[in-house]
């Protein structure tokens, strides 16, 4: 696994590309770590956004349009439709997502257009698999409401039944969709002591299961599991996957846990499902129409609730741009991009 420390940025001398004095023009979407900036700027001609605008899919098209981009650096929460990919400048040779999902991108769209797509796998997998464990942490223990207690200068004192969560030592874990990250999450989920099983396309080998359970069928893990945790894809076959049905499967008082993204829960399902008691909590870091997440989460005690923060440290965000601009690099000068999805 590529660690985030293990990704450094090149220099200029690395790049025979910001030696050429026709630079390649590259858009990026969003501000990016300084570092990444940096050397972006060097290597191409660059175009930032440093006040950091959400641009729409069509106002990205129009930016690249205006600096006849080569390539853009684009980042999860772009809409990158079929109309924004339509508009883009016949220029643009690569879409480099600064993420590992890529939901945000018509990828046919793309496709057909000739573009290559690439995007940032592993350098984010540690940091997101922290991520989970500290929702699982913070849900099963009532972090938020004891933070928003003291917050509100509400706490009275240490009592023998205050705010008692659950003891995740001895639970099972289930994990629907094996990949890195959730094999990060489960090494990390042993050390607090709770069993693995999980449910992926393939069952991984031995050295990896490292004697998980494995469920070919989620739906048959599913009772199996006293907190369950999301990480596969977002597509239209994956929209709401945990609904109702699937929800009423789980043993009562299990605990759900997603950092994938948040069109996979149906979110009035498990807002009901929290409201009841079906569900004991919840840790999200990714909701359906981020920012405009279902206003039910907030009221409750029960969730505990982040900004899409998977993969927000130094390093890693470091790391995810230097893997973008990698990419960008190798697509300008013909050789195969390394994280190619299309
Ligand atoms: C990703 O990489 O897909 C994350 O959700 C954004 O960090």
């Not at 793309?110 to 690439?118: I, K, M």
């Not at 992926?200 to 009772?223: F, I, K, Q, W």
């Amino acid at each position: 696994m590529t660690s985030p420390a293990d990704v450094q940025p090149a220099t200029q001398s690395d790049n025979p590309a910001s030696r050429s004095s026709a630079r390649p023009a590259l858009l990026l979407t969003r501000r990016l770590p300084d570092a990444v900036e940096a050397r972006a700027s060097c290597d191409y001609r660059a175009l930032l956004n440093p006040e950091d605008r959400a641009f729409t899919g069509a106002e990205i098209a129009a930016r690249a349009t205006e600096i006849g981009a080569d390539a853009v650096l684009c980042c999860a929460g772009d809409r990158l439709d079929a109309a924004a990919i339509a508009a883009l400048p016949r220029s643009v040779r690569v879409l480099a997502t600064f993420s590992v999902g890529t939901d945000h991108i018509d990828l046919e769209a793309a496709r057909a257009r000739g573009l290559t797509v690439t995007n940032t796998p592993d350098v984010l997998t540690d940091a997101t698999a922290d991520i989970a464990l500290l929702l699982l942490l913070g849900a099963a223990r009532r972090a938020s409401e004891g933070e928003r207690m003291i917050r509100a200068n509400a706490w009275t004192g240490w009592t023998p039944t205050q705010l008692m969560g659950t003891h995740v030592g001895g639970k099972r874990l289930g994990i629907v969709g094996m990949g890195r990250i959730g094999q990060a999450v489960a090494a990390r989920a042993r050390a607090f002591g709770l069993t693995i099983h999980y449910s992926n396309r393939r069952r991984l080998p031995a050295e990896l299961e490292l004697g998980a359970t494995y469920h070919a069928d989620p739906e048959e893990m599913l009772a199996a599991c006293d907190v369950l945790s999301l990480h596969f894809p977002a597509t239209a076959e994956t929209r709401h996957w945990l609904n109702a049905g699937r929800i009423a499967r789980l043993p009562p008082g299990a605990i759900l846990i997603n950092t994938a993204r948040g069109s996979v829960v149906d979110d009035g399902a498990v807002i009901d499902a929290l409201k009841s008691g079906r569900l004991a909590a919840a840790g999200l870091d990714v909701f359906e129409n981020e920012p405009n997440l279902h206003p039910g989460y907030r009221d409750l005690p029960n969730t505990f609730l982040l900004p899409h923060l998977g993969s927000a440290t130094v390093e890693t965000r470091n790391a995810m741009g230097f893997k973008a601009l990698d990419n960008v690099d190798a697509v300008m000068a013909g050789r195969p991009a390394p994280d190619r999805v299309v």
